[in-house]
């Protein structure tokens, strides 16, 4: 099950955006789109994902090392409280946050998403680690979900406000 959470999250705030988009205004614009996919990417892969990652290495570590291919280690923790302030972050940015605050959210996810990506595929080159919670869709949503954070605050720049109705 934890191999689709990633997957799931992604799958879902997709398909959110673009019920929503096609609720919103009509003709809808592409930077209603774009509005609509940055808020449900904030929502699922940024701040459920967070939490729910908090919630596994804090409450579940033993769980959560396995399947990452790792013995528990008490730095679990540690890292389960950056996902809870990246998840909280998260959600706050999908629906209250200013562009300034969603592009904060974005650049710590990139930290530390981004360098738990880089982390991962040392893994799979020095050691052959294969296990779904390093060289699974996370290894690759470590790297998409801030990026695309960051890619639609800057595409959301250039198209301008999201037209009201």
């Not at 919103?24 to 592409?30: A, K, V």
């Not at 396995?66 to 809870?84: D, K, R, T, Y």
């Not at 998403?113 to 390093?134: K, Y």
């Amino acid at each position: 099950m934890v191999f689709w959470v990633p997957l799931i999250a992604w799958a879902l705030a997709i398909g959110l955006a673009l019920l929503m988009s096609w609720r919103g205004p009509h003709p809808f614009s592409l930077a209603l789109v774009v509005d609509q996919l940055l808020r449900y990417i904030l929502l699922l892969p940024v701040g459920l994902m967070g939490l729910w990652a908090f919630l596994g290495h804090v409450f579940f570590p033993g769980q959560a090392a396995a399947s990452i291919g790792w013995a528990p280690s008490p730095f679990q923790f540690e890292v389960g409280m950056a996902n809870l302030g990246i998840g909280v972050a998260g959600v706050i940015g999908a629906f209250f946050g200013s562009p300034g605050f969603r592009a904060a959210v974005g650049i710590v996810a990139l930290g530390f998403l981004g360098g738990a990506g880089i982390g991962h595929a040392i893994q799979i080159e020095e050691t052959g680690n294969m296990a779904s919670g390093n060289a699974g869709p996370i290894f690759y949503t470590d790297f998409l979900t801030p990026l695309a954070v960051l890619g639609l605050l800057l595409i959301q720049r250039v198209l301008g406000p999201v037209p009201q109705r």
